[in-house]
């Protein structure tokens, strides 16, 4: 895992927020690999009594967590990682991100 301070982790992805979230996660791949993992990219998987869909191999994640909730602009930290992704998938596409696995 590599980990960054960065404050433009998520001016770098033009998203404006006016309320920072806790964490914002970004999957650094194509669109089509990622549409893939609800194809024959991907695995079954089912926690708590939803179904999702795991990747059968690595994606490079980037996890941006809020360093202070009371500042007065919103500033992260950023770290990269290679894991495995679960999503939510809709008529063969992917809609929600649940998490990534190692």
């Given at each position: 895992?590599?980990?960054?301070?960065?404050?433009?982790?998520?001016?770098?992805?033009?998203?404006?927020?006016?309320?920072?979230?806790?964490?914002?996660?970004?999957?650094?791949?194509?669109?089509?690999?990622?549409?893939?993992?609800?194809?024959?990219?991907?695995?079954?998987?089912?926690?708590?009594?939803?179904?999702?869909?795991?990747?059968?191999?690595?994606?490079?994640v980037v996890t941006c967590t809020l360093k202070n909730e009371n500042a007065s602009h919103c500033d992260y930290r950023q770290q990269k990682s290679s894991r495995y992704i679960v999503v939510a998938c809709e008529n063969g596409f992917p809609v929600h991100y649940e998490k990534g696995l190692i």
């Open positions: 895992e590599h980990q960054e301070r960065s404050s433009d982790c998520i001016e770098g992805k033009k998203i404006i927020e006016t309320n920072a979230k806790l964490q914002n996660t970004f999957i650094i791949n194509s669109k089509n690999s990622i549409k893939y993992v609800c194809d024959k990219g991907g695995e079954d998987y089912c926690e708590n009594g939803k179904y999702f869909q795991k990747s059968i191999k690595h994606f490079l």
